[in-house]
């Protein structure tokens, strides 16, 4: 009995150290790499390059509640957006903080924030800067990280 209790336990502490072991920095940068595409891809207004560190099946839903399932939804919808160019008169200061969490071995969490200047509305009135917050679950695929969910929500100015 104590040997099974014994044999219980040490699985248990092998299990939960294996868990907390931090992803190696190959890892961290492949995920960073699809950030930087994401970035690319708005900038150029080349939505196969926004997309192109996503998964086939993956969600997506922006701060305006837009959403799009699968990589090729979401590709065809930023296309559109990409053709508006009230949209694209704003500039993207870049990323204020990257966070990365492994959840596991195979699946990480990054949440980031954007600042978006010189946007307008659709009636062409520029826009208070947006500061934009990105929250991607990334699933590790055939050795990938791959984008399997992302929501877009933006900050509101406190009260």
């Not at 890892?27 to 699809?34: K, V």
């Not at 994401?38 to 192109?52: D, I, K, L, P, T």
Request: with cysteine; proline share 2%; aromatic share 8%.
């Amino acid at each position: 009995m104590t040997k099974k209790l014994l044999t219980a336990l040490a699985c248990v502490v092998l299990v939960s150290i294996s868990a907390n072991t931090p992803a190696s920095e190959v890892d961290e940068a492949l995920i960073l790499e699809t950030l930087e595409s994401w970035e690319q891809g708005w900038a150029h207004r080349n939505a196969e390059m926004a997309v192109s560190g996503y998964a086939e099946d993956a969600d997506w839903t922006n701060a305006f509640g837009d959403q799009f399932q699968g990589k090729e939804e979401l590709q065809k919808g930023l296309e559109f957006i990409f053709s508006l160019d009230f949209v694209m008169a704003g500039d993207s200061e870049g990323h204020e903080f990257d966070d990365i969490t492994f959840l596991s071995g195979d699946v990480a969490v990054v949440r980031s924030k954007l600042v978006r200047v010189n946007q307008q509305t659709s009636s062409g009135i520029l826009m208070p800067d947006r500061h934009i917050n990105h929250l991607r679950v990334y699933e590790r695929r055939n050795g990938q990280w791959l984008i399997v969910s992302h929501m877009i929500s933006q900050q509101q100015p406190r009260r």
